[in-house]
């Protein structure tokens, strides 16, 4: 499967931007699906999680600006993101995840090319 994240750009802090993610060569259906990020320095790290049920999950930062979505007939996976802050700035990327032991992890090796959200303050 491919995946590839788009939507990305440069706004003011407070802005709002929404990423999409579209898969080709598998259907995501049946996939709990994720956005992470990757900051300037920084490891990718986990931002919001979708089960293939559509329950979300957010970490700690996002909580109350993120908000993660699909739509299985559309094969894409989207994360509205609110309250735009100068932290967020990163790349973006969309995986599928796996649910194991209380954590989410990555499900797929290759991570597709990403999407570079800067917020400017």
């Known amino acids: 499967v491919q995946l590839q994240a788009s939507g990305g750009g440069t706004v003011q802090a407070g802005g709002s931007l929404r990423l999409s993610c579209a898969a080709s060569?598998?259907?995501?259906?049946?996939?709990?699906m994720g956005w992470f990020r990757r900051a300037p320095g920084k490891q990718r790290e986990l931002v919001a999680a979708?089960?293939?049920?559509?329950?979300?999950n957010y970490v700690d930062f996002v909580k109350g600006r993120f908000t993660i979505t699909r739509d299985n007939t559309k094969n894409t996976v989207y994360l509205q993101m609110n309250s735009l802050e100068p932290d967020d700035t990163a790349v973006y990327y969309c995986?599928?995840?796996?649910?194991?032991?209380?954590?989410?992890?990555?499900?797929?090796?290759?991570w597709g090319r990403g999407t570079q959200v800067t917020v400017s303050s």
């Open positions: 060569g598998s259907t995501l259906s049946s996939y709990g």
């Open positions: 995986n599928a995840v796996t649910y194991y032991g209380g954590d989410i992890y990555p499900r797929f090796v290759s």
């Open positions: 979708i089960t293939s049920g559509g329950t979300p």
